[in-house]
């Protein structure tokens, strides 16, 4: 047995929701837990080579690390975007500061190695915020919309988003374009005013999901029965497989159980606390 170590969590997330490409991010309650020292028994030693490393070391950690996630990689629930945010505010911590006050920088050190902001975003603040690049806006979570269930369906496969990325247009269409700007005022709106009635058809996109959804086999079929069930929306996590959907916490069962195999589902909570200090 080993004793309580200097740890910190941060938590999964889930970029784009439909509309808010590259923008929007929802923090969700599937943890990924990095601590200095010796590591728990139900964790796992990390080397000098993993991605949690340099972001602890960027805000002055030194020594081994642990990790200790449910968080599955390569699915589109910001596992690598965790790992590292947890790791950066771990380094701020070991030096003395406050996890807190160090949010800014732990997003800048998470952002520059992940290449983008909204999935550290999420990790770093909780709930849903926009990055907008040099700054983040949260936005403000109401009773029924923090209190919402992520039901997330997870195919057997993984996807890679640089591949993924690949697969984009270079150039988007007006109406497109457009379409997008509608959806994410509306989104904003009912998020903004806790409304889940406005929450449908918001997630809706035509500047990723069009090209990306055919290419997991059954996540347009998972939309599809999931709204059909009484989601009030959903959308591809990131850039996939994974697909969410938000509904009231009394549908999520029902939700859940209509969903297509060929993978496993979760039914998440939305974290509005991001990320945190624990006890290791």
């Known amino acids: 047995m080993t004793g309580p170590t200097l740890a910190v969590r941060a938590p999964a997330s889930s970029a784009n929701l439909g509309a808010g490409f590259d923008v929007l991010g929802m923090a969700l309650g599937l943890p990924a837990d990095v601590g200095v020292g010796e590591p728990p028994e139900d964790a796992q030693a990390l080397d000098d080579q993993h991605p949690a490393r340099a972001a602890f070391e960027a805000l002055g950690g030194d ?41 800014p920088d732990v997003l800048d050190v998470a952002t520059g190695l992940e290449g983008h902001g909204d999935n550290a975003a999420a990790s770093v603040y909780g709930g849903v915020v926009a990055h907008l690049g040099d700054r983040v806006l949260p936005l403000r ?21 640089d591949r993924s990325r690949r697969t ?37 996109d035509r500047l990723h999901q069009d090209t990306r ?5 059954g996540a347009e079929e998972a939309l599809r029965r999931g709204h059909a069930r009484g989601a ?14 938000l509904c009231d916490p009394v549908r999520a069962a029902d939700v859940a159980a209509t969903l297509p195999g060929g993978g496993h589902v979760k039914q998440l909570a939305v974290d509005t606390v991001g990320v945190r200090r624990i006890e290791g």
């Open 213 to 217: 959804l055919p290419l997991v086999e």
């Open 232 to 245: 009030w929306c959903g959308w591809l996590s990131g850039s996939g497989p994974t697909v969410a959907l």
């Open 141 to 161: 979570l109401g009773p029924r919309l923090s209190g919402a269930t992520v039901v997330a369906w997870v195919p057997d496969v993984t996807t890679s988003t």
């Open 168 to 204: 984009l247009p270079d150039t988007v269409p007006r109406p497109a374009a457009v379409f997008n700007l509608g959806r994410v005022i509306q989104l904003t709106l009912a998020i903004e005013r806790d409304d889940p009635a406005l929450l449908a058809g918001a997630t809706d």
């Open 63 to 103: 020594g081994p690390l642990w990790l200790r996630s449910p968080i599955p990689m390569a699915r589109g629930l910001g596992f690598s975007g965790a790992v590292r945010v947890a790791a950066a505010a771990l380094g701020a911590l070991s030096v003395g500061r406050d996890v807190d006050e160090a949010r």
